[in-house]
């Protein structure tokens, strides 16, 4: 049997729109306001200027509607 290496993608400032994870994609959905129910398994509630992940850990970033949101200092 051929094993799948799943692909970490990253769902920046999700508000509502959660992505679900699939055979080959391992969606992490990130927003710091956005209350989720417990039925959400693969939700983070952070800043996202303030992600503890390592340096180029994820294969894709997924950032809608996320910059209005920051000044011009960040």
Not at 4 to 30: H, Q, R, Y
Request: contains cysteine.
């Amino acid at each position: 049997m051929k094993k799948i290496n799943k692909k970490l993608f990253l769902n920046l400032g999700c508000g509502s729109s959660i992505m679900e994870s699939t055979k080959t994609e391992d969606w992490v959905n990130i927003d710091a306001f956005y209350p989720v129910g417990p039925e959400v398994k693969n939700f983070l509630k952070c800043d996202v200027r303030e992600l503890a992940l390592a340096d180029e850990c994820a294969d894709y970033i997924l950032a809608d509607q996320v910059l209005e949101h920051l000044s011009m200092a960040d």
